[in-house]
């Protein structure tokens, strides 16, 4: 098989970084053909595209669950090694969050969920409660814990899943998918624990559909779209529409209804909510 | 979600935070005395202590217990039958005969005393698991160095019983929607769709399972933080004292031949 080559350099303070990677599946052929992805430190990057364009495969290559065929995956310059030692390294610093909750919670309580992380990091079980109670805060879901998973929502079982990755105080935290499935009261608890982590110096990348919610929350953007990554700021990508077009997507409705009145985009403070419209607008 | 109502009376009820060896002293107390006496009175009580602790002391649902206990009790009384029935012979104590088969006073008492024996036994093992979650259960085995396989595997099933649920009833509805169970050729056929689609599920969660397992750190084993309780002397006290009674008094009971 040929690949696609190319030089590409990541941006400056990047702290996680995917570059050449090729990856597939057998029957799919490749689905990242050549994809570069840099995570800048304390940046928000959400990755967007259509189903099936490789968002997961990347997220999965960036934490080390997949072996890409080629290409490399580095944190802090360190090259992810995928032997098991390779492996415990990254994912002490960098964490994956399934799309499906039920996925990953595999105890039936919640606190004891929480604790499998820390536990495997070989921490004394004073020092596990303390990630697990600071994990469970973080999230907003300190109540629950002594409930048992089956009994909670698929929002709460979200968030308990994000803690459990979270209480492995992870330096970058890979979202699949956060906000799919849930109801607009849990997004937004979803997006204050969120900012929570982000408050405590972890680096938060999701993949998502919801363009909307990439264009109000992230600083950066990255297009998934055949085989590669377009990334650059939120405002340069999003409004590209010829880009979102090849994805499959539209553009956000900020973008849309100010371009259907004739206005252009601020670059520099573009209006990402109702309230920025609304004053944009006078 | 799927739920189970004996599961959730366990994790509601208000012995939930007991320490599971408190409450598997008198449990399993109350199980040994009902499986080792040979005295129907005695079983009689342990039936009535493991009963009204359940209902009045730990407040499990009537209806819950009801629930939980007709299936094993139906099993119970249909298993005593043959006990209470003679067939052939010239029994002296006949009470009724249809044919050769005779209702005997000897083996009606037999029937009786397995049956309460039995639903004693029951009643004890019903009062466990009413109050105590599965998790609790599962770290306890932990703690008496149960292989840790075991363990892993019983909590895992544990876990997944309920996603698995969840699909199964998803599954049965969309079927029941497009008519999968109008006649019985075709239930029979949705429910292999059924149990075909839920096995491939169950397949393909648990490879997930695994990722995200791998992910935080997963090596072999599922250890997670035990859950800190205090044992309660009192009650301990108590129910040692009960067991030890109803023991006593079965040994007693048997040394001099009081039935």
Redesign the interface.
């Known amino acids: 098989m040929t690949h696609r080559t190319g030089t590409w350099e990541p941006t400056v303070g990047a702290v996680l970084v995917g570059e050449g990677l090729h990856a597939g599946y057998p029957g799919r052929g490749d689905v990242l053909d050549c994809a570069h992805v840099s995570v800048t430190g304390r940046s928000r990057l959400a990755l967007l595209g259509e189903n099936g364009s490789g968002k997961t495969t990347l997220l999965r290559c960036l934490s080390g669950a997949h072996v890409p065929d080629a290409g490399s995956v580095a944190v802090d310059g360190i090259t992810l090694r995928h032997d098991n030692a390779g492996l415990r390294d990254h994912r002490q610093r960098v964490q994956l969050v399934l799309q499906d909750p039920d996925d990953q919670l595999f105890s039936a309580d919640v606190r004891a969920d929480v604790s499998f992380g820390p536990i495997n990091l070989g921490l004394d079980d004073a020092e596990v409660r303390v990630r697990v109670a600071e994990a469970l805060e973080l999230l907003d879901v300190t109540e629950l814990a002594d409930r048992p998973v089956h009994q909670l929502s698929y929002g709460q079982r979200k968030r308990v899943a994000i803690a459990g990755a979270v209480a492995m105080r992870p330096q970058v935290l890979l979202l699949d998918e956060p906000t799919a499935g849930l109801d607009p009261r849990a997004v937004t608890t979803l997006r204050a624990a969120l900012s929570n982590l982000e408050a405590r110096g972890t680096t938060v990348v999701v993949s998502t559909h919801d363009i909307d919610f990439a264009w109000e929350w992230a600083d950066e953007v990255g297009v998934v779209v055949d085989g590669i990554v377009h990334q650059g700021s939120t405002v340069k990508i999003m409004t590209d529409e010829a880009l979102l077009g090849r994805a499959h997507l539209g553009v956000p409705w900020p973008v849309r209804l100010l371009r259907s009145l004739g206005h252009e985009i601020d670059v520099v403070a573009p209006p990402r909510t109702v309230s920025d419209v609304a004053r944009f607008l006078g | 979600?799927?739920?189970f109502a004996l599961?959730?009376a366990a994790?509601s009820g208000p012995w939930r935070l007991r320490s599971t060896g408190e409450k598997a002293l008198l449990s399993l107390g109350l199980l040994t005395v009902a499986a080792t006496s040979r005295s129907l009175w005695v079983s009689l009580v342990v039936l009535a202590v493991a009963v009204s602790t359940a209902l009045f002391a730990a407040r499990v649902p009537k209806r819950t217990y009801a629930l939980a206990v007709v299936g094993p009790m139906t099993f119970v009384a249909v298993g005593a039958i043959p006990i209470a029935l003679t067939f052939g012979g010239q029994p002296t104590d006949v009470l009724a005969s249809l044919g050769p088969v005779s209702l005997t006073s000897t083996g009606l008492y037999a029937a009786a005393a397995v049956a309460v024996r039995s639903a004693a036994a029951m009643a004890a093992m019903t009062l466990l698991a009413a109050t105590t979650?599965?998790?609790d259960l599962?770290a306890g085995l932990r703690r008496l160095r149960v292989p840790e396989v075991l363990v892993d595997i019983a909590?895992?099933v544990?876990?997944m019983l309920?996603?698995l649920m969840d699909s199964v009833l998803a599954v049965r509805e969309a079927q029941a929607a497009r008519l999968g169970f109008v006649d019985g050729r075709t239930a029979r056929r949705s429910m292999g769709l059924m149990a075909g689609s839920v096995l491939g599920r169950a397949w393909q969660?648990s490879r997930?399972?695994e990722?995200?397992?791998?992910?935080?750190?997963?090596?072999g084993s599922?250890?997670?933080?035990?859950?800190e309780t205090v044992v309660s002397v009192p009650f301990m006290a108590v129910s040692g004292l009960i067991v030890t009674a109803l023991a006593a008094t079965s040994i007693l009971f048997a040394l001099r031949g009081v039935a």
């Open positions: 979600m799927a739920r599961d959730e994790w979650p599965m998790v599962l909590g895992l544990y876990r309920f996603t969660r997930r399972l990722e995200g397992l791998r992910g935080r750190g997963y090596a599922l250890r997670t933080l035990p859950r």
